[in-house]
């Protein structure tokens, strides 16, 4: 364990020393895959879907907030979806600026949010963004998830139904918004996702803000279990569709999401936990003190072998050098000492 601890304290003092630069790889890395992803379900406008254009708009975002990565994308989907059927983009663009509405209004600051909860679906791994930000943050992301899930069934059903969306255009716009709008508003999955992803990111965050040993994966592991329920009650009450090998699978990826995230941000040493207990005027206090966990980290030592040995003539002229430096260094006091004198003399007279 103490290996881990150690690179993660390499790890840190490379972030302190790179930081703007992880900071922009990481924002490329983020818009990378929101485009790529669009990309892969809605590649109706082959300019748009063109993997130059692509990696050329995630350069352009690693130097911009991430709400603008969020925006482009938004536009991004709604030209697309423009192509396809004009009233799949007006029900969309109506979603979208509610979204923004209720993003600027509750969570700003939590756009990568909003951009990672389709790609964890993507991934197979959705139940990883309830857990990781209900450690990290708190009940507040329950906007941007929602919003996320929302905007990847949106994606889902365009690209499952594009065909059939493609004969439906020909009926009319009227008929493309009716149709869309009751698939996203009717969609039981999509809900059920909603509700198990709010429920789970309620009870991580309030276990791990306990004051009891091991609340990270006490709260993890109640988090994951509480999905997993909901889904199988899902599957047997609502007659939703459920794989519960990807499940099993996705739930095991988030315990270890979870344990990586709990090493970097909550290394903590219980064993040497302390109850502290003392008072002011008006109150009593009672204080638990965990302290974090450090390590040392080992520098390296450079030592040197083999080092070549002087040789006796080289060591004779070493001595000269030596002796060369000290009469000059005489010869220069003598100097000062003459010129001192001759001054004191001078001002006596």
Request: glycine content about 4%; charged content about 15%.
């Amino acid at each position: 364990m103490d290996k881990i601890y150690e690179l993660k304290q390499y790890a840190v003092q490379f972030y302190a020393k790179n930081s703007r630069w992880i900071e922009l790889g990481m924002r490329f890395v983020l818009a990378l895959l929101t485009f790529s992803f669009i990309s892969s379900h809605i590649g109706f406008m082959a300019t748009l879907s063109n993997p130059v254009i692509t990696i050329a708009l995630s350069v352009i975002c690693a130097f911009l907030p991430v709400m603008m990565t969020t925006v482009l994308a938004s536009l991004i989907v709604l030209l697309q979806f423009f192509v396809l059927a004009p009233g799949i983009a007006i029900v969309s663009a109506v979603i979208l600026f509610v979204m923004f509405a209720m993003y600027f209004r509750f969570t700003p600051g939590k756009a990568h949010v909003l951009l990672l909860t389709p790609i964890a679906f993507a991934a197979k791994v959705p139940v990883a963004i309830p857990i990781v930000f209900a450690l990290l943050c708190g009940p507040s992301c329950a906007v941007p998830i929602s919003f996320g899930i929302i905007v990847y069934y949106m994606l889902a059903y365009v690209k499952a139904y594009a065909a059939i969306i493609g004969t439906v255009a020909e009926a009319g716009v009227v008929e493309q918004i009716t149709t869309f709008t009751q698939y996203v508003f009717s969609n039981k999955e999509m809900w059920l996702y909603i509700i198990s992803f709010v429920v789970c990111l309620v009870i991580t965050y309030y276990i791990r803000r306990m004051a009891i040993d091991h609340s990270w994966e006490i709260a993890t592991i109640a988090g994951v279990l509480v999905h997993i329920i909901l889904m199988a009650f899902s599957h047997v009450v609502l007659d939703t569709q459920v794989e519960y090998g990807v499940l099993v699978l996705g739930a095991v990826l988030t315990l270890v999401i979870a344990f990586v995230f709990k090493v970097l941000f909550f290394s903590v040493d219980y064993s040497r936990a302390e109850h502290l207990q003392f008072e002011d005027e008006e109150y009593y206090y009672y204080v638990k003190a965990i302290p974090k966990v450090s390590v040392a980290v080992q520098e390296k030592t450079i030592k040197k072998i083999n080092v070549r040995q002087e040789t006796a003539e080289e060591k004779q002229q070493k001595v000269v050098k030596e002796a060369s430096k000290q009469e000059l260094k005489k010869k220069v006091e003598q100097e000062d000492s003459e010129i001192q004198k001759i001054i004191e003399h001078e001002l006596k007279k």
